[in-house]
């Protein structure tokens, strides 16, 4: 199965600035990658799909690009609702699988 | 807008079945453009996918679990269920229902169930 590492596990952003988030596929996958955000006690939700499009409702200050195994989500100027941790998913091959998730805190 | 619900008992006993059905609003488990997911998230393995079922019925399984598990979709009554065989304290977790498109890929799930916390202990 194709292994998701991100990078960094825990991320200390002040409120305003900017976000950057990796995700490392072990094999080429293309632009079939996913991110979702978690917020304590509630369901991932999904905000990027296909590498770079954004899902309904999302705010345009999410951005995603990359292909084949290097990833990254950008989250410009951090907004209060953005600190989550945030994980990556394959969809290229079965099995689909996530990353370890990246837990995105209030510098 | 689709809406999925999870339900199910919360504590299962070592070596018993877990049961969970997974109640579907505002989307038809009918349709045979979506697959019908369980995911599961423990603190020890993250978020990890169980398995994926269509309107017809076929199923894909992580290799890890599928020895031991077996979902299915009644679209009569608009609902899919997970059942997890022999579970262990390993298998605690919360377990979350989810919608994909159907295709030759998995897909992104989207959306998800509030998730059901299942524990296992005698």
């Known amino acids: 199965e194709i292994v998701l590492t991100q990078s960094p596990a825990t991320l200390s952003v002040s409120p305003g600035e900017r976000a950057t988030l990796s995700c490392r596929a072990s094999q080429n996958i293309g632009s079939s990658l996913a991110w979702y955000q978690q917020k304590l006690g509630q369901a991932p939700r999904l905000l990027i799909y296909g590498a770079s499009p954004r899902a309904t409702g999302i705010p345009a200050r999410f951005s995603g690009s990359g292909s084949g195994t290097e990833f990254t989500l950008t989250i410009s100027s951090l907004q209060s609702e953005d600190f989550a941790v945030y994980y990556c998913?394959?969809?290229?091959?079965?099995?689909?699988?996530f990353g370890q998730g990246t837990k995105l805190e209030i510098k | 807008q689709l809406q999925l619900q999870e339900s199910g008992p919360g504590l299962v006993k070592p070596s018993e079945t877990l049961a969970l059905t997974c109640s579907v609003s505002?989307?038809?488990?009918?349709?045979?453009?979506?697959?019908w997911v369980w995911i599961r998230q423990s603190p020890g393995k993250g978020l990890e996918w169980i398995g994926s079922i269509d309107n017809s019925g076929s199923t894909y399984y992580n290799p890890s679990l599928k020895s031991r598990v077996t979902i299915s979709v009644d679209t009569s009554k608009n609902h899919f269920s997970l059942r997890l065989s022999s579970v262990t304290a390993a298998d605690t977790a919360v377990y979350y229902c989810a919608r994909s498109y159907s295709g030759y890929v998995p897909n992104w799930f989207d959306p998800w169930g509030q998730g059901t916390l299942v524990t296992v202990s005698s």
């Open positions: 505002g989307g038809s488990t009918s349709s045979s453009s979506y697959y």
């Open positions: 998913q394959q969809y290229n091959n079965w099995p689909p699988t």
